[in-house]
């Protein structure tokens, strides 16, 4: 009966740690800036794929009428591996998610999420599950993923 419960208790633990089995769960942050509070705008995970976004269903999205200072996202681990931006957009149709074509009001910062299937998958010294990849200097972070910092577009672009 002893060994029956050590076992129970092992296989628990095993199966509700993430970095034994599938990936790790991840949360991205960054700091918002020049947005302007109450005008229905909302933060989305969003696909990214030759320069466009992309929408999908499983994808976790997050609104928030008063976008003010920062933001931290827990990053979904049910969505297929890729690359993706974290973006705010206007709902203008008040349905709470990105629907394509409604306005992206933040600007490309340069960095895409990669959501890799194996270590080195989309880009050297990418590990499996999240990572920020930066366009600029070609730099992957695999651990802590912060500074996707958000700015707004501006008027007339």
């Not at 203008?92 to 074509?101: L, M, Q, S």
């Amino acid at each position: 009966m002893q060994k029956m419960l050590i076992v129970a208790a092992l296989g628990t633990l095993a199966l509700s740690s993430c970095s034994i089995f599938g990936t790790r769960s991840a949360a991205v942050s960054g700091q918002l800036k020049g947005f302007s509070a109450n005008q229905n705008l909302g933060l989305a995970v969003v696909g990214y794929n030759n320069g466009q976004y992309t929408n999908d269903s499983t994808q976790v999205q997050v609104i928030d009428k008063f976008l003010t200072g920062g933001y931290t996202l827990t990053l979904p681990r049910d969505v297929p591996y890729g690359t993706y931006r974290v973006i705010v957009f206007r709902d203008a149709n008040n349905d709470g998610r990105y629907t394509a074509g409604e306005p992206v009001l933040s600007r490309d910062n340069g960095k895409v999420l990669v959501y890799s299937q194996r270590d080195n998958a989309l880009f050297a010294g990418s590990t499996v599950g999240w990572n920020i990849y930066n366009t600029a200097n070609r730099e992957v972070q695999t651990t802590v993923l912060n500074n996707y910092d958000l700015e707004a577009v501006a008027a007339g672009q």
